[in-house]
């Protein structure tokens, strides 16, 4: 974290100046997070919210007016980004009393026939349409105006980072388990039956997934800045081509490749077509308005990519990869907490080492394990009180020491060529109060519950959510995220649209056979500790003596996840037979695959034997 | 059950004489089930759709063309209705593969041009609108006729049942617990939320709550064919007079009383006003065609009706009355089971009593309890298979004989003075199998999950709805119907917004406090038995030690229902040490709250104690 404020006045005054050059014409410019593709993630040449403004947190949109600099963001970052911009900037504190969101404030804030400007491949294109319309309706000139030319990037010039152009590479068929030309033979039957004439994938991780390729362009997901168009006769795949390989050209057979950039003129020139012959094109919720005005908006179906939920049913090679990889990665997990225990109880490691030589010392470990290319996110590695910041992420100079009178929560993951990790563990080296055995205690039944449930074929996520919470709901407790995310084979942690949550949008998509969903109930007291629990599961089927469903068939969680849950924590008095016997036999599971891959007696093997020993 | 079908011919032939005079001039007529106010059940002289067809099943609409008569109507009915019909009709089967709905067969299956009439009082406003819209739009001159003199009625003619006159009575105040005036002021306060002028109120239900007046024109529901119509100035009854004794006269005070049919005239009126100020009438979204033609559709927002909530949340006067009729209606359901035990047992009831004797004797004992006033619906009294037929009703003639060597479930209730009752219990007085042990184990389960579930406020009756499930889940089991309904106060047994069920609906009303709802799950072995455990529930706030929820707080359902859950179908192995304590502790409640109204040492009285003697 930085804890100096950017200087900004520099970059704004020429900002303003370009916003006023005739050519462009606007009192007002919005810069959101997202890039062309509207990746949670993005490369650092895409960061120009941070760029202009100093705050580099995951959320938050800037709008500039020629007097004025304001910045929306969410409770998560309200210290942190008062901390990093200067004194050019307003903080507006999203969720507060009387607070606009950024688009409140660009249609009803803002003088009347205010002219906005926006680049609009980083504004999903329902966004970009809604407030144009808004503030044409308000009357008096006011306008969203699309400015191809993003004008940060030319504030910004020669300092910006270049676009990345690292080397896409195949993904082998033994862990892909699908040919991508079989992938694509199934989209297009999709596209048969949504009635429409081509497909714009603009989602990184869909990309990949259907041409079974991988790259490295943006920082934990191993993606490709890339376009791919699908219609009835053709694939196109838009790219830097330089990023291609040999191997990777010959993966692609028949695939046409063109220039990133063209989709834009490839796209503006099918609109003549679909206007004439009144079909459409579908793109993505995601978007962007740039790809949508290319084609006309009349030409355009909306809605949720047929691919991603072709994407969120693993094969069996994706699903036999996850297990394989979770295995590995519960080796690294004993390695580390095995050093991590010796350290702080047996070492001088406590109070001195700090939450970010930890994190280091565990991506150490993952990264010596076979088929490891890297983290799949940041590594939440948390002491005491830092635990109960929900998407706290340790920073070398203001992270916390390690504490065994403490609780840490550590939430890591890696990626592996066979698959992704993602897991939490919280663990206490020391004597943990009662009151944080209780809680913990509530969390694990909560996690027990939701991983025994067996549910129908498509039971939607914010129907299974509950089950996670009730232990904590039963003192009046509960925790503000979501219980479960899709993740990715190979790819980003994240991914939709399979869900366990109470937000409304989870009912979209029941759990089908062979998702894989994580299972991640939590407590979080502030200013004193924060405590989850993560496996990642996959959705399997499960024979039941009966069916009711007449075909359907019945489902539960499997964990993939292979790491112990510390017994320590558990208050046996709260704690029924049935759970104690999930636990135990959990536990003896971890064992069995993970110990053959320790050292014999080394740390991480003498940790985890006792560690799954029987309750 | 009428075993004879109705001959149909006559009356098919004069009704198509009238869709052929020019005055109508229509080659389709649709009869739907429904009354002018949406209701559930109907009085006699709305059972149109009974009388051209024969078919007297709670749900089916009739379409009746030049050349043929088609019945539609759901699996539940398809032999009652086969049974009922002669040879003029065709059954058309909802939900089998190629049928379509009635909607779909007027729009797609019948010549091009065809004009289709209907009453539009017996037709929701959107249906009427849409399929309006949607005939009009195939072009040729087809189209939806509003016809306002009903043709069945027309044939009918002077056979047809007399509109009820039956009085109209005050509910007391200590009942009520809320003036009529102030509960009309909330809803003023709410139509000015909604922006609109005015507010129709049609469903009879909400009219009898916000007059605090109740009546007898429908069988099981305390209800009075009426309308309301509520402005800003004003509140009109629209009622026949003669209904009206001189008590509720003064009862109405300012309240302007006006002929029923003058609702339609009345808007008619009101609609040019609204034109011209752009204002609107708000109505619910079960109003009729009718009444929306009425005002005019641009005149009218249609939503759920702002009585509707308002009423679901009951005040301290209606939950006292709720647990004071739920008492004695305990007591009514001991004396019967006791009774019944013995006639059964030591008398020689078995084989020989029939399912509707012992319904009619059921009751006798209710209607001997203080201020009971009829039954809340037809009680379904149900011998072993016939339990597996979720809406079973028995018929004299053609119902079954008790017997010791089956399942017995009877679901049944009151409509007291202080409130509904509705309760479901399934009794076994021989010897079960373990397999009926074993479901009847789970539905119980279920049953004490969902009952023990504390939750925030506000939390959806979708996300709790599986709780009552996972126990036959487990098997892969199910049971198909929604695991619970709102239940009015001395008012219809089922009512809304509220509900716990896996339908999307059940999504746009989270539970309150206050509320009433069924906690019913079941199970249903076709051709053999059927299980349900149904208490009626009052939504109770919980002092939980923590409030997360800032402020709303948690609940959990109350049980009200007083009557025993056989011990003997319980298989202990299944059980928990919770879910016995469960058990035990709510048999003590019922002894201590119902023991008191029996008659010392009778039948009921030594059936209670022993059912509820702990486990």
């Known amino acids: 974290m930085i804890s100096t404020p950017v200087i900004t006045s520099d970059r704004l005054k020429r900002l303003r100046e370009l916003m006023s050059n005739p050519k462009y014409n606007v009192s007002a410019y919005v810069v959101p997070s997202e ?11 895409d960061e120009r919210r941070a760029f202009i403004s100093g705050f580099d947190g995951s959320a938050g949109c800037a709008v500039i007016t020629m007097d004025k600099a304001a ?26 009393p009387g607070v606009p969101s950024w688009q409140e404030y660009l249609v009803d804030h803002l003088p009347e026939g205010t002219r906005v400007g926006v680049d609009p491949t980083v504004i999903a294109a329902p966004e970009g349409e809604h407030i144009k319309k808004a503030l044409q309706a308000k009357g008096s000139g006011g306008d969203l105006v699309s400015i191809e030319e993003n004008l940060v990037d030319k504030v910004w010039g020669s300092e910006r980072p270049a676009q990345p152009k690292n080397e896409v590479f195949v993904q082998e068929m033994k862990y892909a388990g699908e040919l991508h030309t079989d992938k694509i033979a199934r989209v297009r039957e999709e596209i048969k039956k949504e009635g429409v004439d081509g497909l714009v994938i603009s989602a990184l991780d869909e990309i990949a997934w259907l041409l079974n390729l991988r790259g490295s362009d943006i920082d934990y997901n191993p993606v490709f800045i890339a376009y791919v168009l699908v219609t009835k006769s053709d694939v196109t795949l838009y ?56 084609l006309g908006a009349d030409n355009v179906k909306i809605g949720l990519p047929p691919v991603t939920p072709l994407k969120a049913q693993k094969n069996a090679a994706e699903i036999e990869g996850m297990r394989q990889c979770h295995i590995r990665d519960g080796a690294a997990m004993a390695n580390y907490f095995g050093w991590l225990e010796n350290e702080l109880l047996r070492g001088n490691g406590n109070l001195r080492l700090t939450e970010v030589d930890v994190a280091d010392k565990l991506e150490g470990f993952r990264r010596a394990e076979e088929h490891c290319v890297g983290l799949s996110f940041s590594t939440i590695s948390a002491v005491g009180s830092n635990g109960a910041i929900i998407h706290y992420s340790p920073q070398r100079g203001s992270d916390a020491k390690m504490d065994t009178s403490q609780m840490y929560l550590c939430d890591s993951g890696g990626q592996y060529l066979d698959g992704t990790t993602d897991v939490t563990r ?21 996690h027990i519950a939701l991983d025994s449930a067996i549910f129908p074929s498509g039971t939607s996520g914010y129907a299974l959510d509950p089950l996670a919470r009730f232990p904590l709901w039963e003192l009046g407790l ?9 993740v990715g084979s190979f790819l980003n942690v994240h991914e939709g649209p399979q869900r366990i949550g109470m937000s409304k949008s989870t009912m979209d998509f029941g759990l089908r056979p062979n998702m ?42 499997d964990p993939v996840t292979m790491v112990p849950i510390q017994k320590k924590l558990v208050l046996p008095e709260l704690f029924t037979d049935k759970e104690r016997k999930w636990l135990n036999s959990y536990h003896q599971l971890v064992w069995e695959k993970v110990s053959p891959l320790l050292e014999k007696d080394g740390l991480g093997y003498e940790w985890l034997k006792r560690e799954t020993a029987p309750m």
């Open 35 to 45: 890039d062309a593709h509207q990746s949670e993630y993005v490369a650092s040449c």
């Open 71 to 96: 910045m929306f963001t969410d409770g998560r970052y309200f210290l942190q980004a008062r901390k990093q911009m200067d004194e050019n900037w307003t903080l507006m504190k999203r969720g507060m």
């Open 239 to 294: 790219i830097d081509e330089a990023k291609l390989t040999k191997a990777v050209r010959e993966h692609l057979g028949a695939i046409t490749v063109k220039p990133y950039h063209e989709i834009f003129s490839s796209l503006a020139e099918h609109s003549t077509g679909l206007l004439q012959s009144k079909r459409k094109f579908f793109v993505g919720t995601t978007a962007s308005w740039a790809l949508v005005r290319a």
């Open 426 to 446: 919280t663990y206490h080296f020391g004597e943990p109060t009662t009151w944080q055995r209780e809680c913990f205690t509530r969390v694990l039944k909560g």
């Open 478 to 486: 509960d925790y503000r995220h979501s219980t479960g995310h899709g």
């Open 516 to 557: 894989t969903i994580t299972n991640e109930p939590g407590y979080y007291e502030d200013g004193n500790f924060g405590i989850r629990i993560e496996n990642t599961c996959v959705v399997i089927k499960v024979d039941t003596p009966y069916d009711y469903t007449g075909g359907s068939g019945f489902l539960k969680l």
